[in-house]
């Protein structure tokens, strides 16, 4: 079995695999999973306006999934997606408040805040990893707690004279697009999504055509070959981590200026971050992989809406369903070696 073809077949295994645990799951319940499926499919993919949130669901989770694919690619994992995108999400908020400009300047301004805001975030357990060899995952989870509180503080003192939430932004730095409201029928799908489809392409360049691309993924294989080569090994750690907190810091300006179009505070994680990681998992840590796992998730996250509704069966089903499915990526050898076994017995 050719390694692309493994690489393929594994996650459309345990997307596979999840939904048959789950509908086993909804027969002990006392649920049709037929039904609780239908009303999933339906929810998603039923109609225009469906169609057109499960689109703008699935936008911050390719910036999220590319934010950890990326750092992942590089030899690093980065756990603080979650805390870049918040702060991303309210440098956009800010800077969309801030300012009176023309929409041309205006809305890139925003999004390259949210950028800027990002990869700062991913600055700092990027210099600590290079500098001090202080280990990623440790600093990453801290600073999803830090940019929470740091940012709820903003939001309540700083950018807001509201207790809970800012004004809404401008026109003029609001990706809200008039054209897919009228296709999907008013749903709360944005302009937000040609910019994710964007950045897929642009980490695939970056890692695959670049002289820098190259030396991030050599750096992530083995840092002493690399230093050996010649590389700036400290460099191309912070760097990637810079890179990776951008993608995440832009899945924040989604949320701002696009499906809610404000900050408001958080007494919890979105959870967007959290889900960018079992996002790149499914989808091979690779570009494309990314944005056809994004799709999956935002369709069964906006179809788990409509399950109870159709057809009683509780939403959080949903999320037992997405557990299996990263399970059964998690437990890629197992379906590896199964797979050729029976094409051994076939033969």
């Given amino acids: 079995m050719s390694n692309r073809f493994s690489n393929l077949l594994v996650p459309v295994v345990s997307v596979l695999l999840g939904l048959l645990v789950g509908a086993l799951i909804m027969v002990i319940s006392g649920y049709n999973p037929v039904e ?3 009303a999933l499919w339906n929810g998603a993919m039923g109609d ?3 169609t057109g949130e499960t689109l703008r669901q699935m936008t911050p989770y390719i910036f999220a999934g590319l934010a950890v694919a990326f750092a992942f690619r590089t030899g690093l994992f980065n756990i603080g997606v979650e805390g870049q995108l918040l702060v991303g999400w309210v440098a956009s908020v800010w800077v969309g408040l801030a300012f009176d400009l023309p929409k041309i300047i205006h809305l890139p301004l925003a999004v390259l805040a949210a950028a800027v805001a990002g990869a700062f975030w991913g600055f700092i357990p990027g210099f600590l990893k290079a500098r001090l060899r202080v280990h990623e995952v440790i600093v ?3 600073m999803n707690y830090i940019a929470l509180h740091v940012t709820n503080h903003f939001i309540r003192n700083v950018i807001s004279d509201k207790a809970d939430a800012t004004d809404a932004v401008p026109e003029t730095a609001s990706l ?3 054209f897919f409201e009228t296709l999907t029928d008013y749903s709360s799908l944005h302009n937000g999504i040609y910019l994710a489809f964007f950045a897929a392409v642009i980490m695939w360049f970056i ?3 670049t002289t820098l691309g190259f030396e991030l993924r050599a750096v992530g294989y083995n840092q002493h070959a690399s230093q050996y080569a010649g590389m700036n090994v400290n460099r191309n750690i912070i760097l990637s981590m810079v890179i990776s907190g951008a993608f ?3 899945g924040g300006a989604m949320q701002g200026l696009g499906t809610f179009g404000n900050a408001f505070l958080h007494s919890g994680f979105s959870g967007v971050g959290f889900d960018g990681i079992a996002v790149a998992l499914l989808g ?3 570009a494309l992989g990314v944005v056809l796992a994004a799709l999956l998730f935002g369709g069964l996250k906006v179809g788990a809406l409509n399950m109870p509704i ?3 069966v509780p939403n959080e089903l949903v999320e037992i369903v997405i557990a299996l499915i990263i399970f059964f990526v998690a437990s890629s050898y197992m379906i590896k070696w199964i797979i050729s076994r029976f094409k051994r017995e076939v033969k």
Wanted: zero cysteines; glycine letters at 16%.
């Fill in 36 to 38: 609780g499926y239908a």
């Fill in 48 to 50: 225009t306006f469906y």
């Fill in 140 to 142: 990453t989870i801290m």
């Fill in 176 to 178: 809200k697009s008039p």
């Fill in 207 to 209: 890692l695959e055509k």
């Fill in 248 to 250: 995440a810091g832009l």
């Fill in 284 to 286: 091979g840590n690779t």
């Fill in 310 to 312: 159709e057809s009683g």
